[in-house]
């Protein structure tokens, strides 16, 4: 009896530890689930790979850093309206609380609204382990 609770012991702290140290792999940003992210979210209307604007939105290559508003694509009047307001970087803070929430962030921003115009509208990353992974990525493209 008394090895079978060791046992049982022994294999209940191996799972508390494993448990822990999977948390604290997951905590840490995944610049490859980031491009596996962006590439399904934001890739039908971004470019990636080059600085070279689409139709539907701004290139996302150097984006990290990189002042609001400077890539000479006509930005919606709601994005325009906040970077007049308060111009800001596209920094940790700034690209989280825009995926997080692109409407919120920036009102009446077309990225959040769909429309005929703009029919694959981005409604946010809500997983904040995601919206790391996500940065991570962003950070990668120079």
Same mark, same amino acid.
């Given at each position: 009896?008394?090895?079978? *609770? %060791?046992?049982?012991?022994?294999?209940?702290?191996?799972?508390?530890?494993?448990?822990?140290?999977?948390?604290?792999?997951?905590?840490?940003?995944?610049?490859?689930?980031?491009?596996?992210?962006?590439?399904?979210?934001?890739?039908?209307? *971004?470019?990636?790979?080059? !600085?070279?604007?689409?139709?539907?939105?701004?290139?996302?290559?150097?984006?990290?850093?990189?002042? !609001?508003? $400077?890539?000479?694509?006509?930005?919606?009047?709601?994005?325009?309206?906040?970077?007049?307001?308060?111009?800001?970087?596209?920094?940790?803070? *700034?690209?989280?609380?825009? %995926?997080?929430?692109?409407?919120?962030? %920036?009102?009446?921003?077309?990225?959040?609204?769909?429309?005929?115009? *703009?029919?694959?509208?981005?409604?946010?990353? $809500?997983?904040? !382990?995601?919206?790391?992974?996500?940065? !991570?990525?962003?950070?990668?493209?120079?």
């Amino acid at each position: 009896m008394q090895v079978r *609770h %060791i046992l049982l012991y022994g294999v209940v702290a191996i799972a508390f530890i494993l448990l822990i140290v999977g948390g604290w792999f997951r905590s840490q940003p995944d610049p490859e689930m980031g491009k596996r992210l962006v590439t399904n979210s934001c890739e039908i209307c *971004h470019d990636l790979t080059t !600085a070279k604007n689409q139709e539907r939105g701004p290139y996302l290559w150097g984006v990290y850093n990189r002042p !609001a508003g $400077v890539t000479g694509y006509s930005h919606s009047e709601g994005f325009l309206a906040k970077v007049s307001e308060e111009g800001f970087i596209w920094d940790d803070e *700034h690209l989280d609380q825009f %995926i997080s929430n692109p409407g919120a962030f %920036i009102p009446r921003t077309q990225m959040g609204k769909p429309s005929a115009k *703009h029919p694959t509208a981005f409604d946010g990353i $809500v997983s904040d !382990a995601n919206r790391k992974d996500v940065l !991570a990525y962003l950070k990668s493209l120079r």
